[in-house]
């Protein structure tokens, strides 16, 4: 029989500015779990928080991410000027 360790896992941060992402994606990104990882729980450690502020979280991902494609599109395609 094995025996398994838990390794606890330390809250997210981006901290890698190699990372493909910008870094203002995964900051959005990880709030966004904080808030609704924390709406799973009797006691909230963001309390002050609501789904709506959660909603706005994604909300601005989903923005960051849309900016992030549309930029490379844009950069693709007017690589060089005329």
Same mark, same amino acid.
């Given at each position: 029989m094995t025996?398994?360790?838990?390794?606890?896992?330390? @809250?997210?941060?981006?901290?890698?500015?190699?990372s493909p992402e910008p870094l203002h &994606? #995964?900051?959005? @990104?990880?709030?966004?779990?904080?808030?609704g990882n924390d709406?799973?729980?009797? &006691? #909230?450690?963001? @309390?002050?928080?609501?789904l709506e502020n959660l909603k706005d979280l994604i909300h601005l991902t989903v923005n960051w991410i849309d900016s992030a494609l549309t930029t490379e599109k844009i950069k693709k395609e007017m690589s060089k000027p005329k």
């Open positions: 025996k398994h360790t838990l390794i606890p896992r330390p @809250a997210y941060e981006p901290k890698s500015p190699k &994606i #995964k900051l959005c @990104a990880s709030r966004a779990a904080w808030l709406h799973s729980h009797y &006691i #909230k450690k963001w @309390a002050d928080k609501d």
